[in-house]
């Protein structure tokens, strides 16, 4: 858990003022899943999964302008709106992007199933390997700082994923599950947002 947001935002700027960045921003492109019509998965208290991904990336965002934008990230959509597939990926080729990252919320009839999972595509591609490793690093951070349990790293036939491996590395998040009470509970305080915000942001920087 963080507790205190504005020492690690501190922490970020220290870091570019000491010229810990690169020359050039890395281009990240947050692909905010669902959107519009398709809510995703429904949490037991009744959140969508479509609403609670887009109050993540929005806080990324917020967090990476307050830290002086360390960070170059565009979102694939900033409101609700449902946009295809092929439509998220096209945004991140354009953009000559870096790293893609998709934001999931899991859902399971299983009441207990919890924790984080993250995924890489199953599809072999130019950027795999690298995928992998910054799913290893990315989970690492968020179970670490958000205190969850780790399901740890997938393989997915994911059409975003397989799309991506052959531009640049990729991954997708599956925040914890909204059928799990705990876990939709937590998920549902703007504080707890913030908290996993800055997580998904520490892991970024760090690649
Ligand atoms: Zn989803």
Do not use: W
């Amino acid at each position: 858990m963080f507790k205190n947001v504005s020492f690690v935002i501190l922490l970020l700027k220290m870091s570019l003022i000491f010229g810990q960045e690169p020359a050039t921003q890395k281009i990240i492109i947050i692909d905010v899943g669902h959107g519009g019509m398709d809510s995703g998965a429904i949490g037991i208290n009744g959140i969508q999964e479509k609403d609670v991904v887009l109050d993540i990336a929005l806080k990324i965002l917020r967090l990476n302008e307050q830290a002086e934008k360390t960070l170059d990230i565009y979102l694939t959509r900033y409101s609700d709106t449902l946009i295809s597939l092929f439509d998220r990926t096209k945004l991140a080729k354009a953009l000559k992007a870096d790293l893609f990252i998709s934001l999931h919320c899991n859902h399971s009839d299983n009441p207990n199933a919890r924790g984080i999972e993250v995924y890489a595509s199953r599809v072999q591609g130019d950027y795999s390997r690298e995928s992998v490793v910054i799913g290893y690093q990315t989970e690492k951070i968020l179970c670490k700082r958000v205190g969850y349990d780790s399901r740890g790293v997938k393989f997915a036939n994911f059409q975003v994923l397989r799309e991506m491996n052959h531009y640049c590395a990729s991954m997708l998040l599956e925040l914890g599950f909204l059928s799990n009470i705990d876990e939709a509970s937590y998920i549902s305080d703007s504080d707890n947002i913030q908290h996993i915000a800055l997580a998904i942001l520490l892991s970024i920087q760090n690649q």
